[in-house]
C-alpha cells in the first residue's frame, strides 16, 4: 500500500490549505483514513479520521470548526480542508491507513509527511 499527500505548504495565520491522501496498491474500500500531524519534539498526534462505516468522522478539539474532513475522490482517497490556521499548526501532517479484508484489519501505513506552515 502506497499513500500519496499533497497540499502543504506556506500560508499566512487565519489562511487556509487543503490536504488530499491517496491510497493505492492492496487497498480495501473498508477502511479507516486519518491526518496526524508532529511538531518537532513532540508526540505525533490524531487531527482528524474517517472511516468507512457508520462512525462518524472524528476532530480533534484544536480543529473542531475549523477543519473538515472528507472523502475526496473515492473510497480510498480522503482530503482535510483547514481554515483558520494558526501558527501553532506548523507542523508535518501524515496520512495514516488501514484496510479491512473479511473481518480483519490489517496493519496501519504510512505517508511520508507533508509540511504545513503558518507564519505570523
Known amino acids: 500500500v502506497q499513500l500519496a499527500e499533497s497540499g502543504g505548504g506556506l500560508v499566512q495565520t487565519g489562511g487556509s490549505l487543503r490536504l488530499t491522501c491517496a491510497a493505492s496498491?492492496?487497498?480495501?474500500?473498508?477502511?479507516?483514513m486519518s491526518w496526524y500531524r508532529q511538531a518537532p519534539g513532540k508526540q505525533r498526534e490524531l487531527v482528524a479520521a474517517?472511516?468507512?462505516?457508520?462512525?462518524?468522522?472524528h476532530y480533534a478539539d484544536f480543529v473542531k470548526g475549523r477543519f473538515t474532513l472528507a472523502r475526496d475522490n473515492g473510497p480510498n482517497t480522503m482530503a482535510l480542508q483547514m481554515h483558520g490556521l494558526k501558527p501553532e499548526g506548523t507542523t508535518v501532517y501524515y496520512c495514516?491507513?488501514?484496510?479491512?479484508?473479511?473481518?480483519?484489519?490489517?496493519?496501519?501505513?504510512w505517508g511520508q509527511g507533508t509540511q504545513v506552515t503558518v507564519s505570523s
Open positions: 474517517i472511516s468507512s462505516g457508520s462512525r462518524p468522522t
Open positions: 496498491g492492496s487497498t480495501s474500500s473498508h477502511n479507516a
Open positions: 495514516n491507513a488501514t484496510f479491512r479484508d473479511g473481518a480483519c484489519w490489517g496493519p496501519e501505513y
